[in-house]
């Protein structure tokens, strides 16, 4: 079953074309619209690769050291523990598909509750969660660590994601924003 989430603070728009639950972890496939200036910070996954094909407008990658812009037609798979980014440093959107395998309920789990948040005002003006223990719970649930100077933050991350599983914090979210919580 497909299903649309559209983050109102940057307006980018995610649609679940294949969940992890689909074929029991198999693959997670999305469809994206990114704005323009719209993207992530620097991070990285630990259990699984990102492959990125862009159907129209230019995704720029940076990976590692490296700066790539991938043009309609062109993908790049990120394999698991490389530092990435991606964004759009163009005009337009840029459309592509995101594959991520193996499938992850969590990192779906995450995309939710960011959208969720941003459509309850709880986000900043870039698309990031106001509360630091919400922020927590979406980087432990999607796999994704800050790179550079955000990797100092990981253990501060784990703390607060362990007192918002004492607290029940975490299920709120998922029940919340999530699909079949």
């Known amino acids: 079953m497909e299903r649309t989430i559209v983050n109102p603070v940057i307006k980018d728009q995610v649609t679940f074309k294949q969940t992890a639950k689909d074929i029991k972890g198999g693959i997670t496939r999305l469809e994206v619209t990114l704005m323009p200036g719209g993207g992530t910070p620097p991070h990285y996954h630990r259990n699984f690769s990102e492959t990125f094909i862009v159907h129209s407008g230019a995704l720029t990658i940076q990976l590692k050291n490296r700066t790539l812009v991938l043009d309609a037609g062109h993908q790049l798979t990120v394999e698991p523990g490389q530092l990435h980014r991606f964004t759009n440093t163009t005009a337009a959107a840029v459309h592509f598909t995101t594959i991520v395998e193996p499938g992850s309920e969590g990192f779906e789990n995450a995309l939710h509750i960011l959208y969720g948040l941003a459509g309850d005002n709880q986000t900043d003006d870039?698309?990031?969660?106001?509360?630091?223990?919400?922020?927590?719970?979406?980087?432990?649930?999607?796999?994704?660590?800050?790179?550079?100077?955000?990797?100092?933050?990981?253990p501060f991350l784990g703390l607060l994601n362990f007192i918002a599983k004492i607290s029940g914090y975490d299920k709120k979210l998922v029940a919340r924003y999530c699909i079949n919580a």
């Open 126 to 154: 870039k698309g990031n969660p106001r509360s630091l223990l919400a922020l927590a719970v979406i980087s432990h649930i999607s796999d994704m660590r800050p790179g550079g100077a955000g990797a100092l933050m990981i």
